[in-house]
Every structure is written in C-alpha cells, then in structure tokens.
C-alpha cells in the first residue's frame, strides 16, 4: 500500500513562490498516475495538476498553467510541484494522489491514497 507525504507549503506573498514536495512509499507499483489537488474552506477539491509516472506526461488545470510546474523524481519516489507567481485565490490546502487509472485522472474518487495535506497561504 501506498503512502503519500506532502511538504513544502506555508506562507508566501502573492507574486511569490513555493515548491511542493510528495514522497511516496510502500506499494507504487500499482501507481500509474499522479496528481495535485487543492481543497480551500467550503470549495470541493479540485485538481490541479498530474503526471503519468512512467512518461511523464502532464496535466494542468487551466487557473494554474504557466505559473505551476509538476515534476517527478523517479529514483526518489518523489513528485514536486513548482509554483510561481502566486495568487490569493491559490491559498488552499494542498494534496496528493495517487491513482491507478489513467483517464478519471481528473476525478478526485478515483485516487486511492491521499496524502495529509499541506497548507499554502498566499497573503496581499
């Protein structure tokens, strides 16, 4: 079984920037895809961004594409998620995820293992 650890977040001005980091461990070969989402209070989580771990191949939502990065390590087990010029409306608690599908990548239902979540607040 998978286990998934964000870090990274915190408090950042807006315009500013922040990495995103997601250790995995355990059982990820079973894991074909990976993703970000972000939850802020009294929104449903939304995705962000993913990559499909063997290729590489990514996927942005449109509010982030320019500005977030994702990348992966795959000798670390580790995917990261560059974040720059951030904006007020980015302040959000950030997971991630993994999942064994490829096309409900977009859904958060179908990622079997989330990690805690990390906090990132972009303030004015």
């Known amino acids: 079984q998978v286990q998934l650890v964000e870090s990274g977040g915190g408090l950042v001005q807006a315009g500013g920037s922040l990495r995103l980091s997601c250790a995995a461990s355990g059982g990820t070969v079973s894991v074909h895809f990976m993703g970000w989402f972000r939850q802020a209070p009294g929104k449903e989580r939304e995705f962000v961004a993913g990559?499909?771990?063997?290729?590489?191949?990514?996927d942005y939502a449109d509010s982030v594409k320019g500005r977030f990065t994702i990348s992966r390590d795959n000798a670390k087990n580790t995917m990261y998620l560059q974040m720059n010029s951030l904006k007020l409306e980015d302040s959000a608690v950030y997971y991630c995820?993994?999942?064994?599908?490829?096309?409900?990548?977009?859904?958060?239902?179908?990622?079997?293992?989330w990690g805690q979540g990390t906090q990132v607040t972009v303030s004015s």
């Open positions: 990559i499909t771990w063997s290729s590489g191949s990514t």
């Open positions: 995820g993994a999942n064994p599908t490829f096309l409900l990548r977009f859904i958060p239902s179908a990622y079997r293992n």
